[in-house]
């Protein structure tokens, strides 16, 4: 998942991204990010504030209140996933197509 790596690591830069991989655990996809998953996705939605919102347009699963809402939100699919990255990020179609073919 090295371009998830260089997308992710691009999008928060002060904080160090050694991978990201798409995970799916009890039927949902995340991405975990290492070596500090909790702290790279409270920078990401400092960044990125309207990326929870968003998320929900996806289908996300974001309980309130849990240790879910501090780190990647929840999809049902890797396509909901990787479509809300594409949006909350603005990737260029290229960079989108890239993403998709390398999962």
Known sequence: MWMLTRILSSAVPHVL??????VRAKG?????????????????RD????????ALKYGARIMVGSLVTLACPE?????DLVS?????????????KLLRLCM
């Open 47 to 54: 960044r990125y504030p309207g990326a929870a919102s968003r």
């Open 17 to 22: 991204v050694e991978s990201a991989v798409i």
């Open 84 to 96: 809300w990255i594409e949006d909350v990020l603005s990737l260029s179609q290229g960079e989108g």
């Open 28 to 44: 949902c996809y995340h991405i975990y990010v290492s070596p500090n998953h909790l702290g790279y996705w409270s920078a990401f």
């Open 75 to 79: 999809f049902g699919t890797k396509e």
